[in-house]
């Protein structure tokens, strides 16, 4: 829009034309929308209306401060367009770091908690930084269904290389989707090479 002076309305229906059978999905910052400020309440209200009504399926809504207060003008006006609301939470810290306390699975567990009262389909773990391990995602994923029984969703990064056995630990505990990135435009700060998950999960319950 900015520099090429395109419609994104306009290129979204395009895209949602000839691609009618697979579900699109967009980032949305809480009151912040997809700008770097706070909105009205209902300039996010219009703007999700208008987002679906072009062709968004799902829109994971998160604040970077996890304050599930910030999200609810998003994932109620997700809610009220019929399309689906992925509330996710962003992932900091270390789970198993004791001196670091504050980002337990309880801090964590609670979150879900409310995002489930607040309406959510799925739970996302948004881990922005790519610093999930694996044993954490696994504990994440596990947890998160145990008390919300809501779908998992695994956001990852390749920052530190590995995301991808992140992604193997949250699919064998139980998670219901993870993102990964094609082979040339994967890794680094990238999600995981998604034929490299693809490859280790053949043949298996989950291939």
Known sequence: LRFLKEDPWQRLEQLRERVPNVLFQMLLRGSNAVGYTNYADNVVRFFVRQA???GVDVFRVF???NWVRN?????D???ESGALCEGAICYTGDLFDKSRAKYDLKYYVGIARELKQAGVHVLGIKDMAGICRPQAA???VRALKE?????VHFHTHDTSGISAASALAAIEAGCDAVDGALDAM???TSQPNLSSIAAALAGSERD
């Open 77 to 79: 006006a997700v809610g």
């Open 147 to 151: 008390e919300t029984g809501l779908p």
């Open 186 to 188: 994967s890794g680094l």
């Open 71 to 75: 999200m609810r003008v998003a994932i």
């Open 63 to 65: 604040d970077s401060l």
């Open 138 to 140: 696994a504990a994440l």
């Open 52 to 54: 679906a009504s072009a």
